[in-house]
Nanobody, 124 residues
């Protein structure tokens, strides 16, 4: 079992930066790949970024590539999402999730555990 708690969301103007944090409980955190997803009002939850269990392999959605960076600290059971050059289109609830196979995925049905989400609102 892995429990995930996101934090770091907020309200900011376009062009700004924000870092989201996902704190995980459980001794097996380092064996899970981690992902960030987001869901805007009226839209389906979509993939943002993923990182493998060791932090060596990352993969991003085209919409955030070059602006967002996913990273992890297995000693702290934490995964981060650094978001730069934010636009109003980035406004959503952001969720972190854990994928038990360890390699990462863009498919939300590969993820077994989810956090409760943190709201990010970007104004124009």
């Amino acid at each position: 079992q892995v429990q995930l708690v996101e934090s770091g969301g907020g309200f900011l103007q376009a062009g700004g930066s924000l870092r989201l944090t996902c704190a995980a409980s459980g001794r097996t955190f380092s064996s899970y790949a981690m992902g960030w997803f987001r869901q805007a009002p009226g839209k389906e939850r979509e993939f943002v970024a993923t990182i493998d269990y060791a932090g060596r392999i990352t993969y991003y959605a085209n919409s955030v590539k070059g602006r967002f960076t996913i990273s992890r600290d297995n000693a702290k059971n934490t995964v981060y999402l650094q978001m730069n050059s934010l636009t109003p289109e980035d406004t959503a609830v952001y969720y972190c999730a854990a994928e038990k196979w360890g390699l990462g995925s863009s498919q939300k049905n590969e993820y077994a555990y989810w956090g409760q989400g943190t709201q990010v609102t970007v104004s124009s």
